[in-house]
């Protein structure tokens, strides 16, 4: 273990916006990270835990320690109420494990397929594709806080976990370093074929009864939809699809009737941002290296390896024509840093 100065941290975010970080450590077990958190402790220097870099934007050079996240393995623990525990390393790269799980006959993440990224980061944004949720399948998280070392479990509802969101999205929640993820999957968990296009193509596939065939379907799907980012910078959807009321959204309708939306249990609208930024004429933009991904208009894309600034830039410009002309705030979904 040692500590790498003046690191490079544009070859390790997706979006490869150029930026420095002043040291970086990275940590394979938990005695490393737990002698790295005691040395920072004695620092006041600010302290960024990464992953995979595909939900972080470096909009500046980051003025203290980064410890990038690199334990490994996985445990199954049979359990009798309903599938076994599956407890996997934070660093462990999350398609991977994906079908590290369906090649033991697991069924329940195959929607979750190809989301670039590792284990540790997915429930911070309670990462989502295709009809399933990362909280559909979590068993736990554990954790150790980076002030006080305490290292413990978060159950299912202790992680609040909402559309993108979760405690560990928030300040306090911030403070705890995630260094295993544990799931409850099952044999005979039902496939979920709600997302209309995933259906059709598995329909005209046969109808496969295997979880194995989903995820090659639903890779297909994200390969068509979205840029690789080792071929075209990006972050995923740069920004949540926004909800509004049911009020705000008939208006909406009324002036909009194409306007894509889904209905929520509580009569309020979530809509599809990709839609509302397409409907502004951004989608397929590029200046200046940075730009809208012309296949989905939700996803920026950075093929110039633009600072973050400039990638800031767009999309404050997205969220002002999209405010101006439908009334609707979009909320940036990675990490600006
Ligand atoms: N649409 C457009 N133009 C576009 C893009 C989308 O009109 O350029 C409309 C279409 O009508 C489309 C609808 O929006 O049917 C929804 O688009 P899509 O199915 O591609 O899903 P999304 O709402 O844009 C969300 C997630 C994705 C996830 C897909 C599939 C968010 C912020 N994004 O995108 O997640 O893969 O659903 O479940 O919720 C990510 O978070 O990085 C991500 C890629």
Redesign the pocket.
Known sequence: MYWELNADLATRHTMGCPARGERMVSVTNIGDIRRVLSELRATSSPVFVLGGG??VVFASDFPGAVIKMENRGVNVEASDSGGDIVRTAAGENWHEFVWWTLERGYVGLE?LAL?PGTVGAAPI?N?????VELKDRLHSVRAIHMDTLEERAFSLPECRFG??DSYFKSEPGRRWLIWEVAFRLSADAPLVLE???LRRRWESAGAPGDASAVAKLVEA??AE??PNPAQVPN???F???PVVSGAHFLALSEKFPEI?SFPLADGSRKL????L???CGW?GFLENGVGV?P?????LINPGHKSGGEVKMLASRIQASVEERFGVSLEV?PLIL
């Open positions: 595909s939900n929607n989301i944004q990462i989502g594709a295709y009809g559309y993108r997302y209309a296009e799907i994200r939809k979205l972050s995923g959807s920004f949540k699809n894509v599809a941002a990709g839609w930024i397409q409907a989608k991904y296949k989905q208009a939700l996803v979904e």
